[in-house]
């Protein structure tokens, strides 16, 4: 038998939204801080003047930005060269993130068809990583196995050449970045929508009340409709 | 796919090709054309940046001079930036490369970039040089010089996060003494410090190790540091051990283990206690630096603060641990350490601790530990055991009896020393269970142990111990013992001289428990004594025959027959084996042994098992009478 839960109508919801308060200035932190971490340079930009929220050195936006981009587009030896001039200590410091952009060097150069190449960079500059750390052993092995199908897209480890792993590399070299300018690696919006739906689903338990359903719309919504 | 033959020239030119390269860009360094040079710093700095390998090979060309001379003869900033940074890249947690960079003489040259106009040479110069003072080569700075001190002050003021950071690094890594502690702190360094505490990250954490550095058992240091803003500091270093970075976590802990073991006062909320043993027990998972500096933090709490070690005990500590040495992958020898002796503090009080350590089957774990190249794992190792083993709970002996020991390294010798004499207390003991654990745990340490080792061990039980052993009243012990003395006289001649020891009073027990109708079990051990005997010098046979056929013989008490008509295949096997060696035509005594055991009904005996059911007796009785045949009886 379930126990009754408390109704609590549209109209009392609204009324107990109205009385918590908000400060501007916290919400436009929130948007500052999502437009620079995702590295929306103009936008950060404009924001900052027409708000007037306080906000870090646009430049070293512009440099992660060009870091990403260079990954993002498989130019690898670019975003190393890059990351090198904006701070010699992260790679120096990263291992595994080091690895990560010297693994997606080869998959460029096995997706170019530079096959001698690539083998050449594999002998050269890979295997000593693994020699260097056999934590990385597994993934050296998967990635040179790339090297020993005819077909490479169409062997048992495909999914490095797709273009999701590029993504995946630049996404990592970016968190490095921001860590060590002491950002946050992650804006804080994304967390503060899981805090909603995580609290929804806590007191529905308790409680039936107006849900916000589309997050994009923010939109009330009783049961009943 | 290339074909077999490009593709193993293409290996073999990989390796001429990359030394090429790297001696092409290594004499572009020493270009008078300053674009030129600059092309090439770039290159080896953007070569050797995460490359330990590299690092390596232009070290070895020479590269560390060279870029120390474009360093010191340049002027222009972005020769000086790349330089930097390359010598910098070169002293990141590379020895070898702090030395080569610190013999180059840069330093003095690094130490000049810091008063640049240029921003970014200021960087790299700071970054550099923090990179040299991680290292134990780093120069030594003394503190009580006035110029010095100023200098340094000058660090701390900077607005520059990369200088700052150098000044605390500086503190960290040079400041040692009691001395150095407390002129830093009358210059006011603690007041400097905390500020830092609240900017950037990298700041709070070279904050936090240079406080943690300045306070180390140094109770008046540690007073003006709460004393600070009426204790305000020393809650935000607590705030920082919940801390989003793994990292501050660890250093707020580090700095909070500092302030306990100084002065443990300023801890008398059980809270914040439980809360650091925690934290620092989380912190172990941390795959990076971090996890390997929170194992030692651990040790350096726990120490000798039986409270806390109950805390730790409480809050799962040894399984945590336990399963993270069983994870099977490469630890850091400081991690190990870390582990070892935060595990030899959990057992060196409390019983519970031990016997939830010894249950958890970690004792070939505790083992490859004692045999690690690095000495402070394997000392940690050792004291670990050495606590365990204090316990004489019985059913941590369930455990020990599953040891298969190779102490193949000489510097063992101390442990294994130990570790034998605490067995064999253990086997006096009174419950059997402990005895029959103890015992098994030296019949394995016996298996193939080298005379060193068996010398070491009889030394300490000698014949009448053995004796003792051997006729202890459970049928189980004496079956141990007698499995033990098995693997004694096994391997060399020389082992077999044990059981001859005081007149052969070893053997002659033997022969006296194999005579009393022992169980199945205990046969087989004592009739593979003898086979092993057996095996050794004419002499070594012939007193084998002795025990065999005793003179006078009372009755026809011939058990050998009995043992050939067992139920049990092994005693079966174990007894055909002694015939063999006592009949092995390469003895002189041989014929007459043979005519003896023909005599007393043994050889005919067998001759009725042509056909037994096992077939390792079977095949055992086929030599036997192929030797009886070649002694021409039939």
Request: with cysteine; aromatic share 6%; charged share 25%.
């Amino acid at each position: 038998m379930a126990t009754s839960k408390k109704v609590i109508t549209r109209d009392e919801w609204e009324k107990k939204l109205n009385a918590v308060k908000l400060r501007k200035e916290d919400m436009n932190t929130l948007v500052m801080n999502f437009l620079v971490t995702e590295g929306f340079v103009e936008a950060a930009d404009k924001f900052q003047r027409e708000s007037g929220t306080k906000q870090i050195d646009l430049a070293t936006i512009t440099d992660r930005m060009a870091v990403k981009k260079a990954v993002q587009n498989g130019n690898v030896e670019d975003a190393i060269e890059k990351v090198n001039d904006l701070n010699p200590e992260i790679l120096d410091t990263n291992p595994e993130l080091f690895f990560h952009l010297q693994q997606q060097r080869l998959i460029e150069l096995i997706r170019q068809g530079k096959t001698e190449e690539a083998l050449e960079f594999a002998q050269e500059e890979l295997a000593p990583r693994g020699e260097e750390n056999q934590a990385f052993l597994q993934e050296l092995e998967k990635t040179v196995a790339l090297l020993v199908f005819e077909d490479a897209s169409n062997c048992p480890v495909k999914d490095l050449l797709d273009i999701s792993h590029r993504l995946k590399t630049a996404s990592e070299v970016n968190a490095a970045i921001l860590t060590s300018q002491s950002h946050e690696k992650d804006p804080k919006l994304p967390s503060l929508l899981k805090m909603l739906i995580w609290a929804q689903n806590q007191l529905d338990e308790k409680a039936v009340y107006p849900h916000i359903n589309d997050l994009s719309t923010g939109q009330l919504e009783t049961l009943s409709e | 796919m290339p074909t077999s033959s490009s593709s193993s020239s293409s290996f073999s030119s990989a390796a001429s090709s990359s030394g090429n390269r790297q001696a092409d860009v290594f004499s572009r360094l020493a270009s008078s054309d300053p674009e030129v040079k600059l092309k090439a710093l770039r290159e080896v700095k953007n070569q050797i940046i995460g490359n330990r390998t590299k690092k390596l090979s232009f070290l070895k060309l020479g590269a560390v001079p060279a870029i120390a001379s474009a360093l010191s003869d340049s002027e222009c900033n972005s020769i000086l930036v790349q330089s930097a940074a390359a010598l910098g890249s070169f002293a990141c947690g590379f020895e070898a490369g702090v030395q080569a960079v610190l013999d180059a003489g840069v330093f003095p040259l690094l130490l000049r970039l810091l008063t640049s106009s240029d921003e970014k040479v200021v960087d790299a110069g700071a970054r550099s040089l923090r990179m040299i003072f991680q290292s134990n080569q780093a120069p030594k700075y003394d503190f009580l010089q006035e110029k010095n001190m100023k200098f340094l002050f000058s660090l701390l003021n900077s607005e520059n996060e990369n200088v700052s950071g150098l000044g605390a690094s500086i503190i960290a890594h040079a400041c040692g003494t009691t001395v150095q502690q407390q002129v830093l702190c009358d210059a006011g360094v603690l007041e400097k410090l905390v500020i830092l505490l609240d900017g950037s990250l990298s700041q709070r954490e070279a904050c936090l190790e240079s406080l943690a550095t300045v306070l180390k058992n140094n109770p008046e240091a540690v007073s003006r540091f709460v004393g600070l803003e009426a204790g305000r500091y020393l809650s935000s270093v607590t705030e920082l051990t919940k801390d989003r970075y793994p990292r501050t976590r660890l250093l707020s802990c580090l700095c909070l283990v500092v302030i306990y073991n100084t002065s443990p006062s300023y801890f008398l909320n059980m809270g914040t206690k439980s809360s650091l043993v925690t934290t620092l027990l989380e912190l172990l998972n941390d795959h990076g630096q971090s996890g390997d500096d929170a194992a030692l933090g651990l040790s350096s709490l726990i120490a000798e603060k039986e409270d806390l070690q109950k805390l730790a005990y409480e809050a799962n500590a040894i399984k945590n641990i336990v399963d993270i040495l069983k994870t099977g992958s490469e630890l850091h020898p400081k991690r190990l350490q870390g582990l070892f002796l935060s595990l030899a503090e959990l057992c060196s009080k409390l019983e519970d601790c031990r016997c939830s350590f010894l249950s958890l089957e970690m004792l070939d774990l505790l083992v490859n530990a004692l045999r690690h190249k690095n000495a402070d794992v394997r000392t940690a190792a050792c004291i670990c055991f050495r606590n365990a083993a204090r316990s004489v709970k019985v059913a941590v002996l369930g455990a020990l009896s599953n040891i298969v020991l190779d102490f193949s390294s000489p510097k063992s010798t101390f442990i294994e020393y130990g570790g034998i004499k605490q067995l064999i207390e253990l086997s006096k003991s009174m419950d059997p269970n402990a005895r029959c654990s103890a015992l098994r745990a030296l019949r394995n340490l016996m298996f193939l142990a080298d005379n060193k080792r068996k010398e070491l061990f009889y030394s300490e039980v000698k014949a009448q111990g053995f004796v003792s052993l051997i006729s202890d009243p459970e049928p189980t012990v004496q079956e141990q013992a007698l499995a033990l003395l098995r693997n004694l006289v096994d391997g060399c001649i020389n082992s077999i001289e044990f059981v001859f020891d005081e007149d052969g009073l070893i053997l002659d027990t033997v022969g006296k428990q194999l005579r009393k109708s022992p169980q199945a079990h205990m046969a087989i051990q004592g009739m593979y004594v003898l086979t092993n005997v057996a095996s050794g010098t004419e002499l070594h046979k012939e007193a084998v025959m002795q025990q065999l056929f005793p003179q006078p013989q009372a009755e026809s008490n011939n058990f050998m027959l009995k043992f050939l008509q067992s139920h049990e295949s092994q005693l079966r096997s174990a007894t055909v084996w002694t015939i063999i060696n006592l009949i092995s035509p390469s003895s002189p005594g041989a014929h007459d042994r043979h005519v003896k055991l023909r005599d007393e009904g043994i050889i005919p005996q067998l001759k009725n098992m042509v056909n037994d059911a096992c077939l390792d007796v079977k095949i055992r009785i086929r030599t036997v009478l192929s030797q009886s045949m070649s002694f021409g009886d039939n």
